[in-house]
């Protein structure tokens, strides 16, 4: 792992509503004294929110982590499409993920590495 970054697991999807080509962040792999454990993005959101920057996120073709509102969730975190700013949902993420797993990729093959901002 490269120093000052974080390795975030993220699905390269093409934007519901533009038709453009996005990431949409699904987790992230923490380092543990045992390598790494994965950690899903509504658990980490918030902290990552506070130390990615949108000019960071949008090298790696991901849009900024803000609050958005959903009908099913209201007022939440999430990423959306870097260029447009549509709502990448969890949900379909990890259904996307999940069938990607399924296919036998594994989480590495969705790794970015994205750099800290300045705290």
């Given at each position: 792992m490269e120093p000052n970054t974080?390795?975030?697991?993220?699905?390269?999807?093409?934007?519901?509503?533009?038709?453009?080509?996005?990431?949409?962040?699904?987790?992230v792999l923490a380092p543990t004294?045992?390598?790494?454990?994965?950690?899903?993005?509504?658990?980490v959101?918030?902290?990552?929110?506070?130390?990615?920057?949108?000019?960071?996120l949008a090298t790696v073709r991901i849009g900024p982590i803000k609050v958005r509102r959903s009908?099913?969730?209201?007022?939440?975190?999430s990423n959306g499409c870097v260029v447009c700013g549509a709502i990448l949902g969890s949900f379909p993420l990890w259904e996307s993920l999940?069938?990607?797993?399924?296919?036998?990729?594994?989480?590495r093959d969705f790794v970015v590495a994205c750099p800290l901002g300045t705290l």
């Open positions: 974080i390795q975030l697991v993220a699905i390269p999807e093409r934007c519901y509503r533009c038709g453009q080509l996005t990431r949409g962040i699904v987790g004294s045992r390598g790494h454990v994965f950690r899903e993005f509504d658990d959101s918030a902290a990552l929110a506070q130390v990615l920057q949108p000019d960071d009908r099913h969730r209201g007022a939440h975190l999940q069938e990607e797993l399924s296919r036998g990729r594994s989480l």
